[in-house]
């Protein structure tokens, strides 16, 4: 019999990662412990049980070693590692909870737009560009309009996450400045309501993933130890067969 015939996160997930390091640990842990609750079922073995449980272990405290999470280690000094698996449990429930609180104080609202979408957001720049190099302004305003544009270029081209409140700044400063010209009456508002519309639809998925990622399973009990004799011999009520 195969002791584990699944890893516990799978290249793909490895790939579906935050950058940030401590983001990358809770959805790595999180990840992990969907997946053991999905490989202990009531009828697997309990060696089998044992081992998912010690690589769940091993897995996380090496991410968290690596990743630079505090306070969750690997428990090395019992003789059955699997006696500290609840011990190690709330530990790395206490490492994810500083984490999250952590992020949810400090780091502004972002949000990592997919492929498409930055595609999608690349062809109404360009319809964008084109309203610019239409309208009636001076060529001194166009010029600082599409210096603009190229700043939201960049945002989309060169970081991991994309910061909501400077785009909002970009496209309000093009929106104004775009405004009663021929060109921004024709196809600048469609533009910057799809651009809006595209972030707010990969922000909303992808927290809706973040919260499916981090919600915590409940982990199946511990099967309870059979009594034996000395012998071997399982015992009943007490009585040696």
């Known amino acids: 019999m195969e002791l584990l015939e699944h890893d516990l996160i799978s290249e793909d997930d490895f790939e579906s990662l935050p950058d940030d390091p401590l983001e990358k640990f809770v959805a790595l842990e999180a990840i992990c412990r969907r997946s053991l609750s999905r490989l202990i079922a009531s009828e697997t073995h309990v060696t089998y049980d044992h081992f998912a449980r010690l690589q769940y272990m091993s897995v996380v405290s090496a991410a968290a070693a690596e990743l630079g999470v505090e306070g969750v ?15 190690f449990m709330l530990s790395v429930a206490r ?3 500083r984490i999250r609180l952590k992020s949810k104080a400090s780091k502004p609202y972002s949000v990592q737009l997919s492929n498409r979408t ?14 610019i190099s239409k309208s009636d302004l001076p060529e001194s305003k166009k010029d600082s309009l599409l210096k603009k544009l190229d700043e939201l ?31 921004f009456l024709a196809e600048a508002p469609a533009a910057i309501a799809t651009i809006t519309s595209l972030i707010g639809a990969d922000k909303a998925a992808e927290d809706s993933e973040t919260k499916r990622l981090t919600t915590p399973e409940p982990t199946k009990a511990l ?3 059979e009594e034996t004799t000395m012998a071997g011999m399982v015992l009943d009520d007490g009585i040696p067969f």
């Open 153 to 183: 270029s960049s945002q989309l081209n060169e970081k991991t996450r994309i910061s909501f409140a400077v785009t909002m700044s970009i496209l309000t400063h093009i929106a104004a400045g775009l405004g009663g010209t021929t060109a």
């Open 223 to 225: 099967p309870a130890p």
């Open 118 to 131: 930055k595609a999608c957001i690349e062809i109404e720049i360009n319809k964008l560009r084109s309203s």
């Open 73 to 87: 280690s690997f428990p090395f000094g019992l003789d059955n590692p699997i006696e500290g698996l609840e011990d």
């Open 95 to 97: 490492a994810t909870m």
